[in-house]
């Protein structure tokens, strides 16, 4: 990043949101009628009486929009909810559960649980207020949130528990998500012999809180393994379907020499092992991926990886290095749609993804696993687009790239103080910065409609203010 300028980072973001909801709420002046001089009442416990116009709700409560630590959120108005932020609801199985949503803000919101089909109208305007009743017929646990573009990722959302609570299949669907760290460090010594055993396993995931989808990996995991070997190096590849598959799987490295890149020799049935290998030639940051037919279908699901060939006396050493992939998943049901998920076809040939992922998974590299480093250190990311299909405009917001190896080219000079970068589906970029500032920074595909389809990665930065570079306060509870 470059010194004396001022960056901008939870800043933009609010200032954009804030935009946003003003825009939209403009629109929702004459297209959404707000409903006005409704007499909010105080929020109940559960199994509390109806008292007012829902005299068969046996679960109600009262919400109300507010702005708080520089993020949009609910805030519970009485009862044990007061002021609670993004409270908790918890209501029986089978309650008719009432919501009541005050706007405390002023900008445009609702309240919208869509496990239950349950959307209130738009409202606008401070002290509007709106309502939505529904039947709670699942036990489980259930995201509510701000529909309106950008503010549930602004931070309005909570949780609706259902009975026990005791999760759905969906929830319990185990993380397929692969770490930003679990990558190997450098290779050492001259050119020798790598193994390498990957595994093609299909397995029902999680694809997002609540929603389950059957992915097919390398190894488990969403990518699949970092492979790092040297220039020169000769790579002996075991490529093993496990016996549960319900397809043949292959693989095709971008840095082999030869044909299909190993995808000729590597179709390999369920219960089957096939073997190959190559000398890596060339230099560079290389995707590799599963290439059976149909092979968009493949790669969707999560079958992609990276392959470094280091150059000739290998990388710079930094502080971190981070493991990024980016791809689309085509579901059938709409995006947050809870429950398990299956493929869409139609949607991958009109390459309109539902999904938008780093590392496989809403919320992999945010809630699951933010990378983390210290003011002063240096920061090196592989970052890989598996697609199928999506070009993406990487940018990390906050920052800018000291170095990129454009193209993931390790071989010529590097790009200097670059804000985005453009990385090829079946391409990868290697890119570089220091730290200066703590706080969080937000990788991101600039297409930022993808934002709200899951595409999302947080770099926390611990360490001492640098007023030098960057002097502000995050905006507090404002109130108006
Ligand atoms: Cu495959
Ligand atoms: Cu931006």
Redesign the pocket.
């Known amino acids: 990043m470059s010194m004396n300028r001022p960056t901008y980072l939870y800043g933009i973001i609010v200032a954009s949101l804030l935009l946003v909801a003003l825009v939209a709420g403009c629109q929702g002046i004459s297209g959404v009628p707000a409903v006005l001089g409704q007499q909010p009442e105080a929020a109940h416990q559960p199994g509390s009486e109806g008292t007012n116009s829902s005299e068969n709700a046996e679960a109600q409560f009262t919400l109300k929009t507010a702005i708080s630590d520089g993020k949009m959120v609910f805030v519970g108005v009485g009862g044990g909810l007061e002021g609670l932020v993004n409270p908790e609801l918890q209501v029986q199985d089978g309650d008719v559960v009432q919501i009541t949503l005050i706007n405390g803000d002023g900008a445009l919101h609702d309240i919208t649980l869509p496990d239950f089909q349950a959307a209130s109208e738009q409202i606008t305007g401070k002290e509007s207020t709106t309502q939505i009743t529904f039947t709670a017929g699942i036990e489980g646990v259930f995201p509510y949130f701000c529909s309106v573009p950008g503010h549930r990722q602004a931070g309005m959302e909570g949780r609706l528990v259902v009975g026990t609570g005791n999760p759905t299949a969906a929830a319990e669907a185990p993380s397929i998500v692969r770490p930003a760290t679990d990558l190997p460090g450098l290779t050492a010594g001259p050119s020798t012999t790598v193994h390498l055993d990957l595994e093609?396993v299909e397995l029902e995931g999680k694809l997002a809180d609540g929603t389950s989808y059957t992915f097919?990996t390398f190894n488990g995991k969403i990518p699949g393994p970092f492979v790092r070997v040297r220039v020169g190096d000769r790579v002996a590849v075991t490529l093993k379907n496990d016996i549960l598959s319900t397809?043949?799987?292959?693989v095709d490295f971008h840095a082999v020499t030869g044909p299909g890149g190993g995808a000729a020799v590597t179709q390999t049935g369920p219960g089957q092992e096939t073997r190959f290998s190559f000398q890596a030639l060339n230099p560079g940051l290389y995707v590799y991926h599963?290439a059976?037919p149909s092979v968009a279908h493949?790669i969707a699901?999560g079958?992609y990886g990276l392959i470094l060939v280091e150059p000739e006396g290998g990388l710079p050493p930094v502080d971190h290095e981070f493991y990024v992939m980016q791809g689309e998943i085509y579901t059938q049901g709409a995006y947050g749609e809870g429950g398990k998920q299956e493929f869409s076809r139609e949607k991958m040939m009109a390459e309109t993804p539902e999904y938008f992922v780093f590392n496989g998974a809403a919320g992999s590299l945010t809630e699951e696993h933010p990378m983390k480093a210290r003011v002063g250190e240096t920061v090196r990311i592989f970052f890989g687009v598996g697609g199928p299909n999506a070009v993406s405009s990487f940018h990390v917001i906050g920052e800018i790239f000291d170095r990129v190896y454009d193209q993931a080219s390790l071989t010529s000079t590097p790009l200097t103080n670059v804000q985005t970068t453009l990385v090829p589906a079946g391409g990868a970029a290697m890119v570089e910065f220091s730290l200066d500032v703590p706080g969080r920074y937000i990788l991101v595909d600039h297409a930022l409609s993808r934002l709200e389809r899951g595409l999302a990665g947080y770099l926390m930065v611990d360490g001492p203010d640098n007023p030098q570079v960057f002097e502000g306060t995050i905006q507090g509870d404002s109130g108006h």
Do not use: R
Request: charged content about 0%; aromatic content about 10%; overall charge neutral.
């Open positions: 093609t097919w397809q043949n799987h292959s599963c059976t493949h699901n079958m």
